[in-house]
């Protein structure tokens, strides 16, 4: 969840006119939702999701929706049942992110909801495994023509004394997992002998493996789509303003930066939205962000982030299924810059699950 400065674009868009006097609905909408589940060093990523639950609650509430909560909690099995335990059809707005340390867990519940017939908000688990799979992701956006940024998959500790196919330094992440988890400066490994260390210690933390990647010295963006009743559609794109972290710190986003208040680099990656580049890039962005949503056959909302090589070039870094919505996130934040109002946001992801097609995927 990003927190950042308010948007002065504030005004509802004339093409999402929810902000109107809300009328009385029959049906309840369920929020489904994880909770901050129990201590760890990365609690403050699960808890995050609380903040998003009383956004949507409130702006759902103001549309004229009657909200019913429904925190799941581990086993599966049990959140399975409560589920199970809801009308057929309902609708349902997931918000749901994964049990802690079971990112798999956000998949399988996305699964139980498509098999029960719910009408739910954003993407299916198709969508959603291959957002959370980083490497399948890759071939996916290959496959359609799209750039991908250049990764190899490390799955054992022998792995990462192989040649690379590209130079250092290099950057690191779990090839599983969201939400920045297992991200430090000291992923940005500038020679073979960090690249060894960090990567023995991250595949020690997830064993689902390492995706290395080729780093990426130019610009990077972000860009949300949302599926509106006219079809999906690209929000104006965020700039990552690296400007402000000390000269020692690599240029990426680590998880202190976005969860940990009492960190010193806490904030100090805020976006530019519009991001300040020319009126071309813009379109190039917004295009590439169309194409990978469709790709990975998205629904809803997802988000789209890359980043230029050395030579100027858009790479894909990642497509982020149901990204955070959370009123001081990036998602709602590039909202505003359209002209929508948090209000119009939340109608137009609920107006997809309500009126769209169901999943089947």
Not at 223 to 250: F, N, Q, W
Request: hydrophobic share 40%.
């Amino acid at each position: 969840m990003e927190r950042e400065a308010p948007i002065l674009t504030s005004q509802p868009s004339p093409l999402s006119p929810h902000s109107l006097p809300r009328t009385s609905k029959a049906e309840p909408v369920f929020l489904i939702h994880n909770t901050g589940g129990e201590e760890s060093a990365e609690r403050a990523a699960e808890e995050g999701v609380l903040e998003t639950v009383d956004g949507v609650a409130e702006s759902l509430s103001h549309l004229g929706w009657r909200v019913e909560r429904l925190a799941l909690e581990p086993p599966l099995s049990e959140a399975a049942r409560h589920l199970e335990d809801l009308p057929p059809a309902s609708l349902a707005f997931n918000l749901f992110e994964g049990f802690p340390r079971n990112p798999a867990s956000e998949v399988q519940v996305g699964l139980l909801l498509m098999s029960l017939g719910l009408r739910a908000t954003g993407c299916p688990p198709l969508a959603m495994h291959l957002g959370l799979h980083k490497d399948l992701c890759k071939e996916v956006l290959a496959s359609r023509g799209l750039p991908p940024s250049p990764g190899v998959v490390l799955r054992r500790a022998e792995d990462a004394e192989r040649v690379l196919p590209f130079p250092y330094p290099v950057f690191l992440k779990p090839v599983a997992d969201d939400a920045s988890h297992g991200i430090g400066p000291e992923n940005l490994a500038m020679d073979a002998e960090a690249f060894q260390r960090r990567s023995g210690e991250l595949l020690e933390r997830f064993p689902s493996g390492v995706l290395a990647e080729a780093f990426l010295p130019g610009r990077e963006f972000n860009c949300a789509v949302v599926e509106t009743p006219e079809g999906p559609r690209a929000l104006p794109p965020s700039l990552v303003d690296y400007s402000r972290l000390p000269a020692d710190h690599p240029p990426v986003l680590t998880f202190a930066a976005k969860w940990q208040p009492e960190n010193p680099i806490f904030d100090l990656t805020p976006t530019l939205c519009p991001a300040p580049v020319e009126g071309a890039l813009i379109q190039r962005i917004q295009a590439l962000s169309l194409e990978a949503f469709r790709a990975l056959r998205c629904r809803g909302y997802a988000r789209v982030d890359m980043r230029e090589d050395q030579e100027g070039v858009l790479r894909i870094l990642e497509v982020n299924p149901n990204p955070d919505l959370a009123p001081s996130a990036g998602l709602a934040k590039q909202a505003r810059a359209m002209g929508w109002t948090y209000h119009d946001l939340v109608a137009t992801v609920l107006e997809a699950a309500e009126k769209g097609p169901r999943w089947t995927s």
